[in-house]
Each structure stands twice: as C-alpha cells, then as structure tokens.
C-alpha cells in the first residue's frame, strides 16, 4: 500500500484534519512546499476541493499545524527517552540526543516538513511557543549536564550549540540520499548509539 493510499485510508475512518497534515508533510517531503495546496490535498485524498476548509482556513494554518504537532511528537519522544535514562544528567542528554535521532529517523516526512525552512515563516504564536519550549527543556538538560562535569569550561551558549547541531546535523544530512548511502551497512541504531557517545559519553559512566 502506498503512502498516500494509507493517508487517504486515515481519512475514510474519520479523521480528515489528521490526514490532510500527514498528506502535507509527505508533499513538502517529495516535492517541496511550493506544491502544497489545500486543493490538491484535497484531489489527493479523494475528497472535494472545499473539504479541506472545514480544518484549515489556508496553506499557513495547515503548515502552522503541520509543524506545531510534529515538534510537539519529537518533543514527547525526546522526552519520553530522558524519563525512562535515570537521574544522571549525562545519561539523561545522552537518552534526549537518541529519542531525538531515533524520532526523525522514523519519521523523514514529517521531519523534513518541520525543519523546512519555510516553515516558520507561517508560524502562529502557538507554534512559536511550541519550539521555545522545546528549545527550552533541552537547554536546561544541557546546563545540568555541564554542572555535572561535562565540558565545564566551555562557555554555556558554544556548549549549547555544539550539543545540539550534532544530533540535528547528522538527521538533516542522513535524511539526503547522497548522505544516507555514507553509513553503509552500519546499523541505524548503532550508528545513534556512536555519535551521542561522542557528543554525550556515558559509556564509562554506566559500566
């Protein structure tokens, strides 16, 4: 079954908004956002042209949803990693780096749609709060890791930068075929398990 013959399958069981947000993601994926439109969201789905505004008033409040609820999903599945690490705060940020690049790697859509540069230039006051809090939640797990000894010369905000542009680097390059072919036959989690153990170790913290 196709993509989109599972998208438009969500929708007949009910949920029309929820089927037009995972169709949009998968259109800005494979052929950028300047294709999207409610009209042809709406041709996809099998559903008339009007459908579409019952949900959603246009293109920038679809793409505010599309990106409010996929960094609210990476969010919870970042967090969800850290709950389940422990107390430590090297393997709490250490769990974070990998249910964030275990989340992305699972969903390349929505991912791709979320991180498109466009669009935040359709975020909504709720969308912007969305990625504050987020960009919040993993600042202070970067703070604690770093009163705990980890890199504590560093100055807070290089140290910040560094921890994040790691995790987030390696997802938006491994989302990219040419880049995606580099890791060969290396495990997907074993290559997750490497890189935070580089950016984050803990190895020796746990043994």
């Not at 920038?60 to 999903?73: K, N, P, R, T, V």
């Not at 090297?90 to 991912?111: D, I, Q, T, Y």
């Amino acid at each position: 079954m196709t993509a989109q013959a599972t998208v438009r399958d969500s929708y007949h069981h009910g949920d029309l908004r929820q089927a037009l947000i995972s169709r949009a993601a998968e259109v800005i994926d494979a052929e950028g956002i300047e294709a999207l439109t409610l009209r042809g969201l709406a041709r996809d789905l099998g559903v008339s042209h009007a459908a579409p505004n019952r949900h959603f008033k246009s293109k920038a409040d679809l793409l505010a949803a599309l990106a409010a609820e996929g960094y609210l999903a990476l969010q919870a599945a970042t967090l969800s990693a850290a709950e389940s690490a422990g107390d430590d705060p090297w393997v709490r940020l250490n769990a974070m780096g990998r249910g964030f690049l275990h989340w992305a790697f699972e969903n390349p859509a929505s991912f791709r749609a979320i991180t498109h540069p466009d669009v935040e230039r359709y975020a909504d006051d709720g969308l912007l709060a969305v990625m504050a809090d987020f960009e919040a939640t993993v600042g202070d797990a970067i703070s604690a890791s770093q009163a705990a000894g980890r890199h504590p010369e560093a100055d807070p905000r290089v140290l910040e930068v560094f921890t994040n542009s790691v995790p987030f680097g390696a997802a938006m390059m491994l989302a990219q075929p040419v880049f995606s072919k580099s890791l060969g036959n290396k495990d997907q989690a074993a290559f997750i398990e490497e890189l935070l153990e580089l950016v984050c170790p803990i190895a020796e913290r746990v043994s």
